[in-house]
């Protein structure tokens, strides 16, 4: 909040002598979220993303139900077992956490890259769209409503139909 409110004054500092000359600035608003949530290509994007949550998940399962497996091995056979055995079947168990943990990590991090990567087009799509109706509307600024990074819109034109238009949706 105030960072928000440190940037509202910098922005004022900044053009208010500018805005005073030329009287009308135009403000716009959208809400990004909603345009995302009807984009073309976004639920294709998702139909892929979710195949490989799902390939990542099952390759998981896997691996748990093994570690599972070995560990229940391990508790009803210990009593048997020399200390040799038992320490190398000790250490087979850690590893195999170990790896586990690893395989969730990276596949955390490899699936959010994934994501930005399939939807990076469909972004830079609606980022031009609303630059285009921007510069056709004659608006200074265009304030995300869906962050919250709107200072203020009261009176501002929301562009999300003109957006709309320009994509065809």
Known sequence: ???TLIA??????????????QKNVKLGHINSSELMQIMPGRDSAQAVLQAEVSDIEATLK?????????YNDYMQNQQGWT???RQTKQREIQDMGAR???????AQKQLQE???ELLKPIIE???DAIKQVARDGGYAY?????????LYDEGGDDIMPQVKKKLGL
């Open 1 to 3: 909040m105030k960072k």
């Open 8 to 21: 509202f004054a910098v922005c004022l500092l900044a053009f208010g002598g500018s805005a005073m000359a």
């Open 114 to 116: 994934r994501e930005a």
């Open 62 to 70: 896997s691996m748990q139900s093994e570690l599972e497996t070995r």
């Open 100 to 106: 586990i943990q690893e395989f969730q990590e990276n």
């Open 125 to 127: 799509r609606a980022k």
């Open 83 to 85: 200390d040799l055995i």
């Open 142 to 150: 265009i304030f995300d409503t869906s962050t919250g990074a709107a």
